[in-house]
């Protein structure tokens, strides 16, 4: 009888070591998951970066280019200069809001 | 006090099952014999229970290597899988990279082009004071700058997805 108790307590434990292993490899796949999605942040960051520090500067161009040419068409009293440096301002402001919602899921991805 | 005798009747078995004569009953009336007997029957309980515990050895045994191979197998492939998405991530991350920049640059060349002619037109311009050209150029830099716009956005919004593990089950006893 206490053989057979024995035997039965082996047999429990052997169980209770597969759902352990079960377990662990629940675990191991959770964390793989955890450093794909880790690396995946990391990329989409820069990415975002990239894409900011570009827009950036080439707004500044533009700005830079705008400037100049309201700065002109103060000196020549033309009106229609500074509304074609008024046009490439209104076209810089209207992209702002497109792109900081793009930037922001470019960051976070899907 | 009383006495607790349960009454019972006894009856004589019927002419038909009645034994003819005397029964014979066995016994080991040889002394020796009754030991060897006896001898026999706890080597033979001791054999047995060898046996089975040898068998059973032999399923533990098969079973604790099971449960070995079956954790080391699994971890594997988990690496494996992890080692394929971390690679296409990867290529694909430098890919996209080349690919901004390559775009990038091309798009700063043709700003910069439309800056320069603008500036030469602008001073040619402060000489005749007809500025139709340099609103000209404004007006194309500001399309240019408007499709070069819509062309980013449209590949920011290309984003890949995110890959996945096949089993994206959690942990037994995970809270979240």
Same mark, same amino acid.
């Given at each position: 009888?206490?053989?057979?108790? !024995? ?28 450093? %794909? ?13 990239? =894409?900011?520090?570009?827009? *950036? ?11 100049? %040419?309201?700065?002109? !068409? ?10 074609? !440096? ?6 810089? *402001?209207? !992209? =702002?809001?497109?792109? =900081? ?10 | ?72 197998? $699994? ?12 690679? @296409? ?30 500036? $030469? ?44 593990? @096949? ?8 809270? $979240?």
């Amino acid at each position: 009888m206490k053989l057979e108790k !024995a035997l039965f307590d082996v047999y429990e434990s052997g169980e209770e070591v597969s759902r352990c292993v079960n377990d662990i490899l629940l675990s191991e796949r959770y964390c793989a998951a955890c450093e %794909v999605y880790r690396v995946y942040l990391q990329q989409n960051r820069e990415k975002a970066e990239l =894409y900011y520090q570009q827009f *950036k500067a080439q707004n500044d161009k533009v700005f830079k280019q705008a400037m100049d %040419v309201f700065d002109l !068409a103060i000196d020549f009293h033309n009106v229609q200069l500074a509304e074609a !440096a008024a046009m490439l301002v209104k076209t810089m *402001k209207e !992209a =702002y809001p497109n792109f =900081y919602a793009a930037y922001f899921k470019q960051l976070f991805g899907n | 006090m009383e006495n607790n005798i349960i009454e019972v009747e006894y009856t004589d078995l019927p002419e038909d099952l009645q034994p003819e004569g005397n029964i014979p009953i066995p016994s080991e009336a040889s002394f020796p014999t009754a030991i060897l007997k006896t001898v026999a029957d706890v080597f033979n309980n001791v054999t047995n229970s060898i046996k089975e515990y040898s068998m059973f050895k032999e399923q533990e045994k098969t079973k604790r290597a099971e449960i070995k191979m079956q954790l080391k197998i $699994g971890l594997e492939q988990i690496q494996a899988q992890k080692e394929v998405l971390l690679t @296409d991530l990867n290529n694909r991350h430098e890919r996209d990279m080349t690919m901004i920049r390559a775009i990038d640059e091309q798009i700063n060349k043709g700003l910069d082009n439309y800056t320069n002619t603008i500036n $030469g037109a602008i001073e040619a311009a402060k000489k005749t004071n007809d500025f139709s050209a340099v609103m000209d150029l404004l007006e194309m830099m500001n399309s240019a700058q408007k499709a070069s716009m819509e062309f980013k956005l449209r590949m920011m919004d290309k984003t890949s997805g995110m890959p996945r593990l @096949d089993d994206n089950s959690k942990p037994f006893g995970y809270l $979240g």
